[in-house]
């Protein structure tokens, strides 16, 4: 089994910033792709960023500039840091691993998720 645990959400004013952290743990052998992804009431949950376990990252065109996303492969963590934060970005925020077991199986891991509040 393996479990990924976020952290570091919570209220913050527009333009204020926030960093997330999320930890996985259990059965790995290795981590592929960590990533990102955040769901607002009503609304469909969107891939936010991701990294490679080289360090090649991707983002949503809207936090770019803004947000940087990096991880510690030693520590099998993600982050992501957050900057100039809009209402707009209010969200629930999930990290998401493609973990490689010692049991040699693939798995699509997700955290519980931890929320982002902006006020204006």
Known sequence: QVQLVE???GLVQAGGSLRLSCA???SIFSIRAMG????APGKQRELVADITSG???????S???RFTISRDNAKNTVYLQMNVLKPEGTAGYYC???ILSRRYRWIKAWGQGTQVTVSS
């Open 63 to 65: 936090v770019k500039g």
């Open 96 to 98: 998401n691993a493609d």
């Open 55 to 61: 360090g090649i990252t991707n983002y949503v065109d």
């Open 24 to 26: 996985a743990s259990g």
């Open 7 to 9: 952290s570091g959400g």
């Open 36 to 39: 990102w992804y955040r769901q």
